[in-house]
């Protein structure tokens, strides 16, 4: 073997095995990401996780299938919103995560109490503010002093204690909704369920009344579970958007929602050409003619 050719033979082992700690350096930094991912993903904690989850009704005339097979997670801090045609079977999925109603099969782990809110407020009007307020930690068995005195923090710090001697119809619709919220809240609920909370308000008062809620949910640190029919209220309240199939409800698809934004709120995303841009992907996921 001439000198050139030796020469050229240490170079290429020598280019192989630069290869070679190359891989291998390249390998330990693709796993070190994989495992700061999971640790990440870790680190957030899930306070609901619906797995599988099956439903059928024993109507009169027949069964309902109402859920098949629904699976979601719902984070600690997030926002997430059920979206879906009108009987589909999203108040379905609420009640059985309440309690209210029994599944057919798969899994459901709460962590944390929760509270629920429903469309109609359900402020009893004969009660005062006040004693609506009461009335929830009552029927939780849950009336102490201590308890007493946070709702009335609440109704201090959300701007309500002036009205707590008023009956529900001398209260505007959405200071109606922030007074059932209060009552909800009394009771420190962790995670809260929103079925179709704010339908029965006007436009303007919907817009105004979801931008209450969500800064007084964040405050709170209160993970939501945001029913609707509405694609915009979807997209401004969530973090994440679960899409619903007509009936039986199957998730199709959950979307991620994110505004490139310092302290984005159910308004202020609106403005963002990313909010058209979200309203049709989920227009089209929803796609209901399918
Ligand atoms: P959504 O909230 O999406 O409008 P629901 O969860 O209320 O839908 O209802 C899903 C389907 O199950 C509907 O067809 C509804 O009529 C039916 N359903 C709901 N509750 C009951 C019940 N208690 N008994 C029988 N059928 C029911
Ligand atoms: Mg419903």
Redesign the pocket.
Known sequence: MSTQEKNIKISTINEVEQDKERNIQEEQIEQQTKQLEKQQTKQIREVLKIENVSKK???PNGE?E?LKKIDFTLKEGEFLSII??????????L?IIAGL?NKDNGEIKIDGKIGYMLQKDSLLEWRTIYSNIMFGLEVQKNRTKENEEYAIQLLKKYNLYDFKDKYPNQLSGGMRQRAALIRTLAIKPKILLL??AFSALDYQTRIMVTKDIYDILKNEHISALI?T?DISEAISMSDRIVI?SN?P?QVKDIMKIEFEMENRDPINCRESPKFSEYFDAVWKGLNIYE
């Not at 879906?84 to 999925?93: D, F, L, Y």
């Open positions: 009704y024993q109507a309902i109402a879906g045609p009108s009987g589909c079977g999203k108040s379905t999925i009640s109603e079925d179709e029913v029919h619903l009936r409800a």
